[in-house]
């Protein structure tokens, strides 16, 4: 694959919390962009703005516009990266790959593991993804990996759909999937320690090191398909070092999906 297609959406109507990350896809191409480092990715790629079909970044007005949009530049037939926007834009992005690819597994690395069947009245709320993708049966092989926030409803709702759940606690022993074709990633940047990561809504203490996000991301067995950066909130950033975060682990996905 020499290309990949690139949207993005600026979009935080589903968070619950704090708002923000609909101003993130520009700061993350911005970040991309810097003088202050090269576009080359840590296997010796280099990662150019001639291997992305941008499409831009886009306002959405009603939520499931998300995927009538990602419907369309799945035309391309090409793999597809996503910049958010919180993390509600998953499923809608998902529900769209689904109509054209079927079942896909998905690596999920978050802080929260979005299970929700609701959060606060909205079935959509960015705690709720992967409940949505589950239930409709988008994707029946889910894992998820950085949890450190796992209530009663949403050890239920794993248990019933059988999410493979690595905790943060438990990531020592964490094995990557014997995955077998293209997979989704869906990455929200609140798995990161806010130590490294503190451009985000979400402060949740006790997650990844960068160094450790980049070998889950380079580990990966076989080809991503689809993939998010969420959840980067510039409104909480300091010196922008969260954008050169994302930055960063944008270009390993992108070695990834090329
Ligand atoms: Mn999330
Ligand atoms: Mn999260």
Known sequence: ????VLQGFLYDE??????GPALAPPMIREAYHSESSNYFAEDG?????????????????????????????????????TLGGDHSITYPILKALHQKHGQLSILHIDAHSDLYGDFEGDPF????????????????????????????????HAVKYGVHICEMKDFEKFNMPNYERPIYLSLDIDALDPAFAP???HHEPGGFTTRQVLKIIQDIP?????????????????????????????????????
């Not at 694959?1 to 990949?4: D, F, N, R």
């Not at 589903?14 to 708002?19: A, N, T, V």
């Not at 959840?231 to 050169?244: F, K, L, Q, V």
């Open 125 to 156: 709320s960015h705690a709720c993804p992967f409940h949505n993708i589950l239930r409709e049966g988008i994707s029946s092989n889910v894992t998820q990996v950085g949890i450190r926030t796992l209530n009663h409803e949403q050890r239920t």
């Open 1 to 4: 694959m020499s290309k990949i």
């Open 222 to 258: 076989v080809p991503i398909l689809g993939a998010d950066i969420v959840e980067y909130n510039p409104n909480r950033d300091i010196n922008g070092m969260t954008a050169m975060v994302c930055a960063k682990l944008f270009k390993e996905i992108v070695v990834k999906m090329l």
């Open 14 to 19: 589903k968070s619950s919390f704090k708002k």
């Open 199 to 201: 451009g985000v809504s």
């Open 45 to 81: 790629m280099e990662v150019l703005p001639s291997h992305f079909e941008d499409m831009g970044d886009f306002t959405i007005q009603d939520y499931f516009d998300i995927e009538s949009i990602t419907k369309e530049h799945l035309k391309k037939g090409l793999p597809i990266l």
